[in-house]
């Protein structure tokens, strides 16, 4: 089998989307099928994906020109015009059994053209709605027009892919909301490979003592800055827990949008000395920084995109035999058993998570037992090889249905 999926982003860009995506691309290969990419012209011009990705073979669509003096809207329609064709040209040479988009919506759309001029299926995966993110960067409104309009966008894709999968329950329930029979959605959840993510080390004092940790019960949060992700209520609750001992320090590893309004806001709290923030550092590196978290804390805020979608880094945590603290956002609350595989607290308030930090410390005799609840967790519910595995029944059922039939599998498509 054949599977051309269609990505926002790809290689050398680092962000939980590609993450993911890597993946599900390796254990498909693993499962024995022929799996290729198209990587929109999203992607940076100045970080473009390679040809080839451990046996994938990678097509990128051309950069677009420039079409800022056009109205949004004319620019995302001009979008989707050329990634049908892009996708066309590469089904053409690939020979795909199915086309698989990941949102955003704009990704998907073209790709029902194609099975109507190809008969190729079409599986739609839900990451997230585009809108809730981009009403967290300010880039939308709650109800406006352009909100509606995506909304409607999407359920006309939801209600006519052949397939569609979400990585997490509470994306499922809303997408059966607007109508799609429940037999043709199918969760296919956030996971870890446990051959990457293995109980760490302890904490390396070298690295510890550069940071200036040494000492101190370390808070970390390892990620990008977006709003969502609530880091203002982290570090509010620092300020608020004191000098309590042992001391607190917090530790975020990332970048972002958020980035310079952190700094201020670390000054204006004076906690230069209590807050350290390295940047970025090289993927081969994050493990060390893993290593030296006491916590990890995952403050995201409540909304309607935290509510319904789960995050990758709990997970990794989980895996890797750290402790999480997390607000108690319904994407967390698929993850975590507050109290067994790790803390809840009440989300968007920095008093609260004061008091529970103080609670977690307070408790640290449970500490090893909860990690290890949490690591099996992992194993048991969240590994990659678990979740891939879905996608089996998921393309049988895509391949079968009626109308939107697969051709002969590897036949020659017609030009």
Known sequence: MRILHILDLFLPVQVGYVYRSLAILAEQRRLGWEVGALITARQPADRPPPEDWQGVRVFRASP?????HLPQAVRELCFMRDLARQIDRAAKEFRPDILHAHSPVLNGLPTLWLRAR?????????????????????????????YRATRWLETQMLTRADQVTAICQGLADDIRGRGVPAERI???????????????????????????????????????????????????ALALVGDAQPAFKALLVGGGFEEERLKTLVREL?????????????????????????????????????????PLKPLEA?????????????????????GETGFLFPAGDPAALAQHLRGIVERRADWPRIRANGRRFVQQERTWAASVARYRAVYAAAMGDGAAAAAPRHQQMPS
């Open 118 to 146: 190809r008969r190729l299926p079409v599986v739609y995966e839900v990451r997230a709605f585009w809108k809730d993110a981009a009403v967290d960067l300010g880039r939308a409104s709650n109800g406006d027009l352009r």
């Open 64 to 68: 677009a020109s420039s079409r800022r």
């Open 318 to 338: 989980m895996a890797q035999d750290r402790l999480v603290a997390a607000s108690d956002v319904g994407g967390h609350r698929e993850l975590i058993r507050d």
């Open 186 to 236: 199918t969760v296919i959840p956030n996971a870890v490979d446990l051959r990457q993510f293995t109980p760490l080390p302890p904490a390396d004092p070298a690295l510890a003592r550069t940071l200036g940790l040494d000492g101190a019960v370390v808070l970390a949060f390892i990620g990008s800055y977006y709003r969502y992700e609530g880091l203002e209520v982290l570090l509010r």
């Open 270 to 310: 004076r906690l230069q000395d209590r807050v350290v923030m390295p940047g970025r550092v090289p993927q081969t590196e994050v493990s060390a920084y893993y290593g030296l978290a006491d916590i990890m804390v995952c403050p995201r805020l409540p909304m309607r995109l935290t509510e319904l979608v789960t």
